[in-house]
């Protein structure tokens, strides 16, 4: 077990509480063991009527998976322990999507990569004004995972799309807006929405009652531009079509494309056409371990995360450096199914 996940009972609510602050509860492999045997216990345990997932102390929620873990992975063992963990933390992602009981996840503070994948899947989604939501993972030659694929691809109007090329971060009030999350509370009522939680008063109705009127969402203004620049399935095109456009915002996003792992966007925007043709969220995490076991031993993702973590210069050198010479070929072998008895099952 582990001190970085801590669990506790507030009447029938059973809380799971990351508790890894020096790193804003960035998921490891203990701690995905530990919430998934906390989540078959409360499973089994009659007098738990609804799941909390928090954080405890620091400012954010879950900034994502330990990257530097699976850094080290890609570089020193060939990438076994990094399979390890994606294993695990697909396993968690998907317990938490088929749940039998209630989850209710707040996401104040950072909510990235990994923190996506344990929150989206709550029926309940609770946002504040301290929430900055983003799926970064292109910027570090990764892709977005943890069912990115499945909830970014099923956003209206290209959104998702948008999300999973740029790294864009939303605060609480476009959370809101997109649906992303089902309420918007102020970060001061969370504890309050808890304790009647734990009281046994209906979920949907605390939090409506609860809940407050966010700032206008500021996405709301590009809506029309980004379903014009992203509507194109080939990263090519994306860029095309934002370079036509002189306005400051196409300008904004255009140079942030760029600064992209090639690679990692051509993954992204495959991944989430293909996620369309999915029925079944174990398929999404099936597809998507095939791609994170290949992703991470490819050079971008050690290469990415040396630029924004490691080194801190912000200036990877991607292979290949350009869209156009990331093939079609290669982003087929990217995807290709893993053999059976490598590939991802659901506990």
């Not at 309420?183 to 929405?193: F, N, R, T, V």
């Amino acid at each position: 077990m582990t001190d970085e996940v801590l669990t506790r009972r507030e009447g029938v609510a059973a809380v799971i509480s990351l508790n890894r602050p020096k790193a804003i509860h960035a998921l490891t492999t203990a701690m995905c063991e530990a919430m998934i045997a906390a989540l078959q216990d409360f499973a089994q345990d009659d007098s738990v009527g609804v799941v909390i997932i928090e954080h405890a102390e620091g400012r954010g929620f879950c900034a994502g998976g330990d990257i530097t873990l699976l850094r080290k992975s890609a570089l020193e063992d060939g990438g076994i322990s990094g399979r390890r963990f994606f294993l695990l933390e697909y396993r968690l992602n998907h317990m938490l999507f088929t749940y039998s009981k209630p989850v209710v996840a707040f996401m104040d503070g950072v909510t990235m990569g990994g923190g996506v994948g344990i929150s989206q899947p709550a029926r309940f989604r609770v946002a504040t004004e301290h929430t900055r939501f983003a799926m970064p993972e292109t910027g570090i030659g990764l892709f977005p995972d943890v069912g990115g694929g499945w909830y970014l691809s099923r956003l209206q109007g290209r959104v998702g799309y948008y999300l999973a090329l740029t790294g864009a971060r939303f605060d609480g009030s476009e959370c809101l807006y997109t649906g992303l999350a089902t309420h918007y509370l102020p970060s001061a009522a969370q504890e309050e929405a808890k304790r009647r939680i734990g009281a046994g008063h209906e979920i949907d109705g605390v939090l409506a009652s609860l809940a407050v009127t966010p700032p206008d969402p500021r996405i709301a203004a590009h809506e029309g531009a980004i379903r014009k620049h992203f509507a194109f399935d080939t990263l090519e095109e994306v860029l095309a079509s934002l370079d036509r456009d002189e306005s400051e915002w196409a300008a904004k996003e255009l140079a942030s494309l760029r600064t992209k792992s090639p690679q990692a966007c051509k993954v992204a925007l495959h991944e989430l056409n293909a996620s369309l043709q999915l029925e079944t969220f174990a398929e999404e995490m099936a597809m998507e371990y095939a791609i994170a076991s290949r992703v991470l031993v490819l050079p971008d993702f050690a290469e990415g995360v040396r630029a924004v973590l490691v080194d801190k210069d912000n200036a990877p050198k991607w292979k290949p450096a350009a869209p156009e010479g990331v093939s079609e070929q290669a982003i087929a072998a990217i995807f290709a199914p893993l053999p059976a008895s490598e590939e991802w099952k659901p506990l």
